[in-house]
């Protein structure tokens, strides 16, 4: 068996297990062991995949296999990574395991809520080892379908209405994929589905100007693309804790894979065309997103809208279709994914003590439970771009790329995307400030604990992943800007 297909099969063991189980006890220990072994998968298949690099290996995608599916319209399972997908799967798997321990004391019906999780994680990993449009479109309805229960039913605050919203707003942007999809299809001839014969055919320029947007928005909905971006703080901040870590950390990443992997790389005139339109709206994103951050009052807000402004990011760098800028943006997704995860762990965690995420009734967490207060405000540093952590090297990436565009346009886009460094620096240092410092003004607050041993280890291994990425960025870098070449130079010519 192909090793891609282990993180398949391991989740799908995982549901089996969990349906078996009957007590929460076993569901804690299938968790467990099935986040253990997807971890340890994907930390094997890196290693194995940097050393075939280094080796000498050319192809665009390794470790790849193709099986027919369904033969009259040529789809195939097909798959294959490259770097970037590599590094994705990384941090999928990291996310999943810490959100196993983020979610130890969940109640009630734990064992439903994991099953719905699982299969979660089990469109996420297909999703990012998938090279044929049409498994690759499967797999990223099996990731978005469960959120709805996630939300609707373990979820808080008006958790109905987040949940129809999310759903909605996704489905209508994968009504467009869909559309899109079929439109690259029978523009490269009707053929194939796989996206590395795909590109070596010529789709007709009409047709990418057509269908190339269908596409782009189709994932930008995901990626929080103004002005689509609504349903996105209100999911985050009515999902249970490892919900939100692992829709931001990693659901939202399919959204600006999508863009650069089908969209852009497959329709690379179409990309020409339009870029300048949804560079404006990217823009937006990014400013946007961090001015409302600034005026959210529940941290859980605060947090999403940062990242609407962060996400929107990826999505303007990719668009300045330069390597060093795809490759801060591929940085980005990791960076973001990292630190968001953390922040909602340890928002969540706060919350369960608290029972409010109303900056305005928090005060002097640092005292009562400094362990989580600490963390938190290495994600706050983290995420404004302090030196030494993952969001200063991904930042600087992406405007360091960005800016080597000579032309007037592009660079006043650059500009503009770099306030929001200025405005992340405000409302991060301001609730840091505002509920970890000062006297605590609740008797009831002077009761509470720190964090818990599985909390701990859960904050611990996305802190270690975090200051990892921005101590040593080179290795990571290093093996997403081989595999950004060949989709920049598909899209420079």
């Not at 005026?295 to 668009?319: E, P, W």
Request: net charge neutral; aromatic share 12%.
């Amino acid at each position: 068996m192909n090793i891609l297909s282990l993180f398949v099969l391991i989740p799908l063991l995982m549901l089996l297990g969990l349906w078996i189980a009957r007590n929460v006890n076993q569901v804690r220990g299938v968790m467990v062991v099935g986040s253990s072994m997807l971890l340890a998968l994907a930390a094997y298949l890196t290693v194995s995949y940097i050393g075939l690099r280094n080796g000498g290996a050319t192809e665009e995608m390794l470790f790849t296999d193709s099986i027919s599916w369904y033969a009259p319209l040529h789809i195939c399972y097909s798959v294959g990574v490259d770097g970037i997908s590599v590094v994705m799967l990384l941090l999928s798997a990291i996310i999943v395991f810490t959100g196993t321990f983020a979610s130890w004391k969940l109640k009630p019906m734990t064992k439903e809520y994991f099953l719905w999780f699982t299969l979660l994680s089990t469109g996420v990993f297909g999703f990012f080892i998938s090279t044929d449009l049409f498994t690759m479109f499967m797999f990223y309805e099996v990731a978005l379908i469960p959120m709805y229960l996630l939300i609707g039913v373990w979820g808080s605050g008006k958790k109905e209405y987040a949940a129809m919203k999310l759903t909605l707003m996704l489905m209508g942007g994968s009504a467009f994929l869909l559309i899109g999809i079929l439109g690259i299809f029978y523009g490269a001839g009707g053929e194939t589905m796989n996206i590395l014969e795909i590109v070596k055919l010529q789709i007709p320029t009409e047709m990418q100007r057509i269908f190339f947007p269908m596409v782009f928005l189709g994932f930008g909905v995901l990626g929080a693309l103004f002005p689509f971006h609504t349903w996105s703080p209100d999911g985050h901040a009515s999902a249970p804790t490892a919900v939100s870590m692992l829709h931001a950390g990693v659901l939202m990443k399919l959204g600006g894979y999508g863009c650069f992997r089908i969209a852009m790389y497959l329709m690379p005139t179409g990309a020409a065309i339009w870029g300048d339109f949804f560079l404006i709206l990217t823009t937006i994103s990014v400013v946007y997103g961090a001015f409302s951050a600034v005026v959210q009052t529940d941290l859980k807000y605060i947090n999403a809208y940062s990242s609407v402004s962060h996400c929107g990011l990826v999505l303007f760098a990719l668009l300045m279709m330069t390597k060093v800028s795809a490759t801060g943006a591929i940085l980005q997704m990791l960076s973001h994914g990292l630190m968001t995860a953390l922040f909602f762990a340890l928002i969540g965690m706060i919350y369960g003590r608290t029972h409010t995420r109303d900056i305005r009734q928090l005060s002097g967490l640092m005292k009562i439970m400094p362990f989580l207060a600490v963390g938190y405000v290495i994600a706050g540093l983290a995420n404004l771009g302090l030196p030494g952590l993952s969001g200063f090297v991904a930042e600087m990436t992406v405007f360091v790329g960005s800016f080597q565009h000579a032309d007037l346009f592009h660079r006043v886009c650059t500009i503009i995307a770099t306030m929001s460094i200025v405005i992340t620096a405000v409302y991060i240092l301001r609730v840091v400030g505002k509920i970890l410092y000062g006297t605590c003004t609740n008797p009831e607050h002077l009761k509470l604990t720190d964090a818990t041993w599985d909390e701990r280890f859960a904050v611990i291994c996305l802190i270690l992943a975090v200051a990892g990425l921005g101590l040593a960025p080179y290795w990571v870098s290093h093996v997403i800007s081989g595999s950004v070449e060949p989709i920049i130079s598909q899209l420079i010519h």
